[in-house]
């Protein structure tokens, strides 16, 4: 068993670089709530330049970007459109409806995927007594459905036909940089008529705390009041924009080896026994696979896994979910595939020696 785990469980695991230590140690502070970090506005400026927006917010987590943009687009007792499987639904402790007040209106997308004709169909027609529809917001990469990507000109019609249905749009991309290193496309041109977009730092880019929220200036001055509401005032938050400033620069270009780790660790487990995933589908740095038919709920295969060194985490119970992130060479995922194949080959033999059933 490998000394210390290889933790695929997701790329939120990445410890900062020596370089981002440094940083962090040299930055320079001030107080951000009196917005005086000059560290914490270089970062929001070169944000909102890299998304070709006016302005950019920094704060402490993805979730919080995504809520504090819900609050800012809605009022309490309106309807939200989003995926079935969207993190603002499943994985957001409710905010948007313990904290933020709205109706969720699920669509099941294909592969997290909406189209605009799914969307117009749950939009609620304007009629006394009915919740009223405010927003869509999209997941871009998808996580849930396994890092899948949306065609740009996809995002955009929905934009577009939203807007003209007089509905404001988010995106919740957390990790659009991977999205655009799939397409081999600009963040820019990808997000540029959403209404507000959230993406990472944390995650594959592999600064240690934070996410911005990129739009106008107006909605910006919005939630930066709407952050302080929620308790995300920061001060000397300038330690972390010094990581997350490198993050932005230098995370991008890399993240093309973790898809290719990712691609190869799919096409390993679509050859294991008992092991069901469909390779052609994975696009970015997330892989997600089926061990019903090893015999093992997905929880017990993890503990297996564990105890030959390899993290990951459970979609359901069936279902296993592994990241590829910048701490995980192509060495380390050929060992976790070793170790996963010696698994389901125990677990496949152990099923072909067991007595049959009702013989
Ligand atoms: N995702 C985490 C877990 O919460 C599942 C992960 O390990 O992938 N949107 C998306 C699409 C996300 O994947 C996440 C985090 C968030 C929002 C929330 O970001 P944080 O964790 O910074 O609040």
């Not at 919080?64 to 989003?82: D, F, K, S, Y």
């Not at 027609?125 to 869509?136: E, G, H, N």
Request: hydrophobic share 45%.
């Amino acid at each position: 068993m490998a000394a210390t785990p290889i933790d695929l469980r997701s790329d939120t695991v990445t410890k900062p670089s020596p370089e981002m230590r440094r940083a962090m140690a040299e930055a320079e502070v001030g107080d951000d709530v009196f917005m005086e970090d000059p560290t914490v506005n270089r970062l929001q400026a070169r944000a909102a330049e890299i998304f070709g927006r006016e302005a950019a917010l920094f704060v402490p987590s993805g979730s919080m970007g995504n809520l504090v943009c819900l609050i800012a687009h809605t009022r309490p007792g309106q309807e939200v459109i989003c995926d079935e499987n969207a993190h603002i639904y499943s994985y957001e402790m409710a905010a948007m409806a313990g904290v933020a007040g709205l109706l969720p209106r699920l669509v099941p997308g294909e592969d997290g995927i909406l189209t605009w004709e799914q969307i117009s169909r749950a939009i609620r027609p304007r009629m006394y007594a009915r919740a009223q529809t405010a927003l869509v917001c999209l997941e871009n990469t998808h996580n849930m459905a396994g890092g899948t990507v949306y065609p740009t000109r996809l995002a955009q019609e929905i934009c577009e036909r939203a807007h003209e249905a007089g509905l404001l749009v988010h995106l919740d991309g957390s990790r659009i940089f991977n999205a655009a290193t799939f397409l081999h496309e600009h963040v820019r041109g990808m997000t540029g008529k959403f209404d507000s977009v959230q993406f990472c730092l944390s995650k594959g880019l592999g600064a240690p705390v934070g996410s911005m929220i990129v739009g106008s200036g107006a909605l910006i001055e919005r939630c930066r009041s709407i952050r302080k509401l929620l308790g995300g005032g920061m001060r000397q938050a300038g330690v972390l924009a010094a990581a997350g400033l490198i993050a932005l620069e230098k995370g991008p270009q890399r993240l093309g080896i973790d898809h290719e780790n990712a691609t190869l660790l799919a096409h390993e487990l679509a050859r294991m026994p008992g092991i069901r995933l469909n390779p052609a589908k994975v696009q970015t740095n997330i892989v997600i696979y089926d061990v019903r038919e090893t015999g093992l709920s997905s929880a017990e295969f993890l503990a297996e896994s564990a105890r030959r060194g390899v993290l990951g985490v459970p979609v359901d119970r069936d279902k296993i979910r592994m990241v590829t992130h910048l701490d995980v060479s192509r060495a380390d995922v050929e060992r976790v595939a070793a170790a996963i194949c010696e698994l389901a080959e125990s677990l496949s033999l152990s099923r072909a020696s067991a007595p049959m059933k009702n013989a």
